[in-house]
């Protein structure tokens, strides 16, 4: 079974200060990790993902996040915050084994910009 | 092209009523996902459609829930005899198959937000 722990439920921080958000896993086989943004009422949209290859992963409108597979990881990060970054960021991780690759979601972090 | 699209966008019921939620997959992704997303619950997988295999309906929290992929496109998700727990924004997915071993990206929709009165 897999799961993950998004530590921080909420994370306040001043435009064009660095966010890092965290996301932590579980699983007994190889992984696949992915972040997904959500805006206020549209649903989730993909800002990068972790396959294989390079740990350290860029994705859209600014944000990296690196695969660190010793201390079970995936925290996303941005130099400079936006207010048009807030929103809510949820970490996902597929073993994609079996017939299903269903995601399992951690709880989701509401990053919120502030001016 | 087209993404994923889902409708109604909101859906306002009454207690013991049936509901019939709609998915459109971008064309010619042969996976599809529902997945609920509910306060305290966070998002949830609900079923999984891949081509013509027999669905994958392990998410599917009771009796009452159903769904069906006709043509190996459009689904639907069916509750059947609603309850106020059921009240969440129920998410639909679509993605292409890779090969065995690889994890393929699975693009979402915007979602059926449901509210059972």
């Known amino acids: 079974a897999q799961s993950v722990t998004q530590l921080d439920s909420q994370v306040p921080v001043f435009e064009e200060a660095p966010v890092e958000l965290r996301c932590n896993y579980s699983?007994?086989?190889?992984?696949?990790l992915f972040w997904y943004v959500q805006y206020p009422n549209q649903g989730l949209q993909l800002l990068l993902k972790?396959?294989?290859?390079?740990?350290l992963v860029k994705g859209i409108n600014g944000f990296e996040a690196e695969f660190n597979k010793s201390q079970t990881s995936f925290h996303l990060r941005k130099p400079s915050v936006h207010i048009s970054d807030t929103a809510e960021y949820f970490c996902a991780v597929s073993d994609g084994a079996g017939s299903a690759r269903q995601l399992t979601f951690g709880s989701g972090t509401q990053l919120t910009v502030l001016p | 092209g087209a993404g994923v699209s889902q409708s109604p966008s909101n859906k306002v019921t009454e207690k013991g009523k049936d509901v019939e939620l709609r998915c459109d997959p971008i064309?010619?992704?042969?996976?599809l996902y529902w997945y609920r997303q509910s306060l305290g619950q966070g998002l949830e997988f609900l079923i999984y459609f891949q081509g013509n295999s027999a669905p994958d309906k392990s998410g599917l929290p009771s009796d009452r829930f159903s769904a069906e992929r006709t043509g190996g496109s459009v689904s639907t998700l069916t509750i059947q005899r609603t309850q106020q727990e059921d009240s969440a924004v129920y998410l639909c997915?679509?993605?292409?198959?890779?090969?065995?071993?690889?994890?393929?990206?699975?693009?979402f929709g915007p979602g059926t937000r449901l509210l059972v009165l």
């Open positions: 997915a679509s993605s292409l198959p890779q090969l065995a071993g690889l994890q393929e990206t699975q693009y």
């Open positions: 699983s007994s086989v190889s992984v696949y």
């Open positions: 064309s010619g992704h042969t996976a």
């Open positions: 972790y396959l294989s290859g390079s740990t």
